[in-house]
């Protein structure tokens, strides 16, 4: 089975507060998250993975009525969170799923403390819902 790991951060100072941290302290996060990509890779349940641009970067775009992109800032400025980055694993059960979002949650942030951030756990579809 497929599930989409999110690692949603919170906000800082209208960004990531990572930005902020000591340089020792990114590169231990930045370093436990390559080796933990490394990991997934090697037992052979990474799909794929990506840290996204910070959401000072996002934009929404919805389509107007004649089918044209419209594109305001975004996310939301009230939002507390925001998607950080993602990972796509393939495992046997949703126990396993739950398992390596647990220690993705728990990457090092300020002083190696760690984070616990929220990480969403999502099956990726197939396919269709079965119909009746």
């Not at 990509?37 to 641009?53: C, H």
């Not at 728990?106 to 009746?132: F, Y």
């Amino acid at each position: 089975m497929k599930f989409m790991l999110m690692m949603h951060a919170p906000r800082g100072k209208g960004d990531w507060g990572l930005a902020n941290w000591p340089p020792r302290d990114i590169k231990a996060h930045i370093d436990f998250m390559i080796g933990f990509g490394k990991e997934l890779a090697a037992n052979g349940e990474l799909v794929g993975a990506e840290g996204l641009a910070g959401p000072n970067e996002a934009r929404i775009v919805r389509a107007d009525a004649k089918g044209a992109p419209v594109v305001t800032d975004g996310p939301y400025p009230e939002a507390k969170e925001f998607l950080a980055g993602y990972w796509i694993v393939d495992t046997p059960t949703l126990e396993r799923a739950y398992a390596i979002a647990a220690k993705a949650s728990a990457a090092p942030g300020p002083g190696g403390t760690p984070l616990n951030m929220a990480i969403e756990v999502r099956q990726v579809m197939a396919g269709p819902p079965p119909t009746e």
